[in-house]
């Protein structure tokens, strides 16, 4: 029992240190990013509160130049447009260590809301984020971790609502379902100043 205790304080230690060592803005509480895309402009803004690793990743992210022509390589019509790890070309961009799974915390996959992409292991988010397009209580956690919401759109969801609409295909070059036809690419993802 208290091996278990002494493991469990130092992870929290450990997650304590990552979080204040990295944290950009640390005043703002609710930080907004502008994305500027091919298809418009989508602001959101951030919920530091509820999700303060993921918030602290992904503005690492954002202000090191990381999703800058990044494409929006998977785009499932009414369920989510997934971005932020892949460069116009295909390639695989610079990965950071993967984070903590904050999907319990309270906020909910709900249709405008961003959360982090994640593999199978809870804890394997890093840099790929999606938006959901619909009300998705299957991303919510349950019985099973669930996939981080930590900000919601507050500009651009028109923007959003067309990217859902676009053509996508099979890539056999890839591998992958649900690619758009024409690349929607993330040209420039922008801090913005607290007051805007």
């Given at each position: 029992?208290?091996?278990?205790f002494?493991?469990?304080?130092?992870?929290?230690?450990?997650?304590?240190?990552?979080?204040?060592s990295?944290?950009?803005?640390?005043?703002?509480?609710y930080?907004?990013?502008?994305?500027?895309?091919?298809?418009?402009?989508?602001?959101?803004?951030?919920?530091?509160?509820?999700?303060?690793?993921?918030?602290?990743?992904?503005?690492?992210?954002?202000v090191?130049?990381?999703y800058?022509n990044?494409?929006?390589?998977?785009?499932?019509?009414?369920?989510?447009?997934?971005g932020?790890?892949?460069?116009?070309?295909?390639?695989m961009?610079?990965v950071?260590?993967?984070?903590?799974?904050?999907s319990?915390?309270?906020?909910?996959?709900?249709?405008?809301?961003?959360?982090?992409?994640?593999?199978?292991?809870?804890?394997?988010?890093?840099?790929?984020?999606f938006?959901?397009?619909?009300?998705?209580?299957?991303?919510?956690?349950?019985?099973?971790?669930?996939?981080?919401v930590?900000?919601?759109?507050?500009?651009?969801?028109?923007?959003?609502?067309?990217m859902g609409?676009?053509?996508?295909?099979?890539?056999?070059?890839?591998g992958?379902?649900?690619?758009?036809?024409?690349?929607?690419?993330?040209?420039?993802?922008?801090?913005?100043?607290?007051?805007?």
């Open positions: 029992m208290k091996k278990l002494t493991f469990i304080l130092s992870c929290w230690w450990s997650i304590t240190a990552l979080a204040q990295s944290t950009i803005d640390p005043d703002n509480l930080p907004k990013v502008k994305l500027e895309t091919s298809m418009g402009v989508i602001i959101v803004e951030l919920d530091r509160v509820s999700a303060p690793i993921t918030v602290n990743n992904f503005l690492s992210y954002v090191a130049g990381e800058d990044t494409i929006f390589h998977r785009i499932i019509g009414e369920f989510i447009v997934q932020g790890g892949y460069d116009t070309e295909y390639a961009k610079k950071n260590q993967d984070i903590v799974n904050e319990g915390n309270g906020l909910k996959n709900t249709v405008g809301t961003i959360a982090m992409a994640k593999e199978r292991h809870p804890h394997s988010a890093n840099r790929q984020f938006f959901n397009l619909n009300d998705n209580e299957n991303l919510n956690p349950g019985r099973d971790w669930g996939y981080a930590f900000g919601t759109i507050v500009e651009g969801e028109a923007v959003l609502e067309a609409k676009v053509k996508t295909q099979y890539s056999e070059s890839l992958w379902d649900d690619v758009p036809i024409e690349a929607v690419i993330l040209q420039k993802a922008t801090l913005l100043p607290a007051s805007s």
